[in-house]
């Protein structure tokens, strides 16, 4: 019998039910209560004069506050009234903050650094009944919604009589509004009840208590952001001092570990790119004496990549410190799944690392698209259910992502939030796969953003790099990835470009564009809106003639339509090299075209309307004879002739051929396989010749593999095939025993369950290759040629069907774009684990795949 196959659900720890006092007020009435005496609230600011409130001070305060918006509140409605705060990082902050929800009323943050549209949505869609500011603050921008200051609030604060502020309260009932950043399109509100935000603190005093000696407690984050709430409501909860930290003192790393140093603080919550800036800074400085409070520092808000993760160890050893990865977003409560890091180890044999598993009450599940629970190992997409999920968004806005939970059986887990994210289950944890929306398709290929981000940071003097796809879906489409550079280095943008023609398919290639700096949001994260449109009302995409260095003088007015779409394009696809112009005289590959670009070129053509054969657009010598091949596309045109008998022809293999085919399979795997180049050090030609000898006997007698020979009788190429279901076995000796453990362990679940059964149904195309002597254009003109010959041969036979595994970029884009395969099966190589529990391709790029393809004839 065979094994059942996991499914794909992880669940929390369940702990005890919601109680009448899970309300934030109540908890912190019971705190002040404890350390009436002890500081509550401390801050600094910019000229270096110190505030302070001590608990009791602040439960007095805060109860006045709350006195006077209780009389602003409709007694129909009074637990949804909502009192919108835009105000900067002080210790009135948090005061006004417990203020409201002391009221039975909810806060929504506002940035003062929003711009007016942004509020403008704001005010009308969640229509608050005021909006707290500051003396001086331009009161135009709130849209005609009644605003008070904080100093006219506190002044009413005092001359209120100290009536009770009981009055009927449920832990249901809202507590906190926060809006979505805004950075995949309009803001919604997300509506954060007191028992969700306290789901979630009580979750961290239990995993990540404070210390004994914890007394301090830092709030540095943007009141907009999901992670202030457990900032403040954390340490003010349990007794700790708020130490309210200025936004100006944390995008300065030198001041901000001051402060930290400065206060012993012991935990911190930073998104990546903050926790990069601060090893930046500490890279300087020694590291002996330096933030030895600091024991626990929380990644949240992005993707943490392991070499950012390693440079932590690095920088602090193991042990004495922990790095948390947290995963979430507002809609659950910020962080819904945790993996703790304390050493180096951890990050061994691994290119991701792990968002963990999920909170206290919480439960997640891997779906397929009909929301179907995958095996354990296999990506999907991933739903949150349990306490940490919001009551859903103002206005009911989205409500498609907030669902009926199909798994569920307890009623506590009985919704479900929609994430977009991809993730798989693995060994007890959560692997973040990047965001539904971050997958694209590039002429039938699957492209993960977030691959082609990391590809880009890998490049010499990278810095920071961010991978958009600007009209993902459109003929238009393009990747862009913008990037900073580190000071000092010379690194430009055809450098990056030249680096990652190395390393990714053409496919996967972005346009690259440097900046200064990458903007940002209020709250940390990438500003993606304002790439996209700096993007978009620039030159960047434009047909700018200047920018793509394309010249159109000496072209007839009859060519000009042509060449309007082929120099750009051209362009576009070699980059921006500046070694030449594209003009009528210039050649495809004196320019840096190259085999691989050349079907792209040709690809793009067809998209934007004309047809050209690849053979047509190798051999043109200029521009200028592309132009004059280029035809309109019509539905019923082939995209190019069928194979020229005077230039090429082919031949059934025999024996013959012996020496020149297993010399050409000889030089060119062992040159440039792109499987066998992981392994050179441990195999050899003679390996080749080994194989070759024990395969020869059969691949004869089968008679479906050929040579093809130029017309001067010189071999150039050799295409090997065996019938699916009639495959000798081969026993080897060598290293090249890994290769064909890997190409069994990809096709033999897809030969068993998804292709015809039977002799005679399918050709298995498994090597095919050019000589090695031949120029870029000859090698895709024979490549292209017995491509085609191949599916001829597998006509004349009969067969239904083409099945292979292609390694080659070359090759993968020659069956997806020219000839049509269906691909049954993407994997990356770097993934596959060996018998032996070895990785043999481990140092493969996260780039490199095997694709299995299929193309049936009929």
Known sequence: MGSILQQSVLKGRQTDSIKEKDLLHKLFKETAANYSNRLAIYHEDDHGKEYTISYGELSELTNGIARVLRKFAKPESSSQSLVAVCMKPSHRLPTVLLAIVKAGMAYLPLDVEFPMTRIKHVLQ????????????????????????????????????????????????????????????????????PHATVLNRLRWQWRELPYASDEWQCVFKTSLTFVDSLSEIWGPLLQGRTLVVVSKHVTRDPERFVQVLEKHKIQRLVLVPSLLHSMLMYLSLRDKENVLRSLKLWVCSGETLPVSLADQFFATFGNGDKVLANFYGSTEIMGDVTYYLMDSRNQLQSTDKVPIGKPLDNCIVYIVDKEMRLVPQGEVGELIVAGRNLAAGYLRDNDSRKFQENPHAIDPEYSRIYRTGDYARISKGV????????????????????????????RAPGVENVVVLCYKPGELSQTLLAFVTIVNGTSTCAEKVESFLQATLPVYMLPQ???????????????????????????????????????????????????????????????????RANVTLDANFYELGGNSLNSI????????????????????????????????????????????????HYY??????????????????????????QWLITEISRDDYRELMERLWVPLVEKNLSFVVKSNNGRTIGVGLNFDLWDEPEVILDSKLTVVFDFLEYLEAPIREHKLPKGKGQIIHNFMMTTHSDLNAAENVIVMREMEEYCLQLAKRKEYAGIFTTNTSPLTQQLGIDVFGYETMLTYQVNKYIAPDSTKPFGEAPDSQLAICSLKMIN
Request: proline residues 3%; hydrophobic residues 30%.
């Open 125 to 192: 869609e969640a229509r608050p009944l005021m909006v707290l500011t500051e003396e001086g603050a331009d009161q135009s921008i709130y849209d005609g919604t009644m605003t008070m200051t904080y100093e006219e609030l506190s002044e009413r604060a005092r001359q209120e009589e100290k009536d009770d502020l009981d009055h009927p309260e449920n832990p249901e009932q809202l507590a906190i509004v926060l809006y979505t950043s805004g950075s995949t399109g309009t803001p919604k509100g997300v509506l954060l």
């Open 430 to 457: 959560v692997t973040y796969e990047g965001r539904v929306d971050s997958q694209i398709k590039v002429r039938g290929h699957r492209v993960d953003l977030t691959e082609v981000e990391k590809a880009v940071s």
């Open 512 to 578: 690259i564009f440097i900046l200064d700096n990458i903007p940002l949001l209020t709250n940390g994260k990438t500003d993606r809106q304002t790439l996209l449109k700096q993007y978009e009302t620039s030159n960047l995409c434009s047909d700018n003639d200047e920018y793509l260095n394309c010249d159109y003088v000496g072209i007839a007015e009859k060519d000009l339509e042509k060449a309007k779409v082929l120099f750009p394009t051209v362009a576009s696809v070699i980059g921006r090299s500046g």
């Open 600 to 647: 792209y070129t040709v690809t793009k053509l067809r998209d934007q309307g004309y047809e050209i054969g690849i053979t047509e657009f190798i051999t043109a010598k200029s521009l200028a004879e592309v132009i004059d091949r280029m035809r309109i596309s019509t539905d019923d045109e082939p995209v190019e002739k069928n194979l020229s008998e005077d230039q």
């Open 651 to 676: 031949e059934m293999l025999d024996d013959s051929h012996r020496e020149d085919a297993i010399e050409i399979i000889t030089e060119s795997f062992y040159s440039k396989a792109d499987l066998e």
